[in-house]
């Protein structure tokens, strides 16, 4: 079936520290794959995305890069900041489904000044 | 500004109770999903609907039902809330043949 698998957090950083979130994916075919952010009392909202293999999503300051050959999604950011606290979500969405989304557990970031 | 609203942040609601979260949307979307976020266990996805009247399963539907009566507004019930149904309930909708889901902000729901 088409998962998601995402680093177990919490993780806590130092401001200006550098920052991956690992994620990797299981589907058919080659889906398309998100980064959302969550912060504290909010909804999910898009961070970037990336729909075809080697694709670079960035917004932000984040990157991810669509790796096929790993399978993997992982988040980037070179200096972090306190505003970067949140819950971040791996996700995708299978090729050829579009109403079947699904995400990771969920990685919750602390940033420390 | 695009806006999914869900009508309640917080519940608190005795076991057995029959329980309505509603969600709406100002985006003219056709898809709408409800999601259950627990610790560690990331999204769930309850049930999702493609329009009017029309409604899928997701992955954990049991306990749960949907209504669809309005393209706008997407109902999620509870016929009879038990305390593992104690989450942080999400509500989605995305347009159709768009990839970006917009979210609201969630309905803590505590069951007692």
């Known amino acids: 079936g088409n998962s998601v698998t995402q680093m177990e957090g919490p993780v806590t950083l130092s401001e200006e520290a550098f920052l991956t979130i690992n994620c990797t994916y299981t589907?058919?075919?080659?889906?398309?794959l998100f980064w959302y952010v969550q912060y504290p009392g909010e909804g999910l909202q898009l961070l970037l995305k990336a729909t075809k293999a080697d694709d670079k999503g960035s917004n932000k300051g984040f990157e991810a890069t669509y790796r096929k050959e790993t399978t993997s999604f992982h988040l980037e950011k070179g200096s972090v900041q306190v505003s970067d606290s949140a819950v971040y979500f791996c996700?995708?969405?299978?090729?050829?489904?579009?109403?079947?989304?699904?995400f990771g557990a969920g990685t919750r970031l602390t940033v420390k000044p | 500004d695009v806006k999914v609203t869900q009508s309640s942040r917080y519940l608190v609601k005795r076991t057995g109770e029959k329980v309505f979260l509603e969600c709406v949307q100002d985006m003219d979307h056709e898809n709408m999903f409800w999601y259950r976020q627990d610790p560690g266990l990331g999204l769930r996805l309850i049930y999702f609907?493609?329009?009017?009247?029309?409604?899928e399963k997701g992955d954990i539907p049991e306990g749960y039902s949907v209504s669809r009566e309005k393209k706008e507004r997407f109902s999620l019930i509870l016929e009879s809330a038990s305390t593992n149904q104690t989450s942080m309930y999400l509500c989605?909708?995305?347009?159709?043949?768009?990839?970006?889901?917009?979210f609201g902000q969630g309905t803590r729901l505590t069951v007692v």
């Open positions: 996700a995708l969405i299978p090729r050829g489904n579009n109403n079947d989304m699904r």
């Open positions: 609907s493609y329009d009017v009247k029309m409604k």
């Open positions: 589907a058919t075919g080659y889906p398309s």
């Open positions: 989605a909708s995305r347009g159709q043949g768009s990839t970006e889901a917009f």
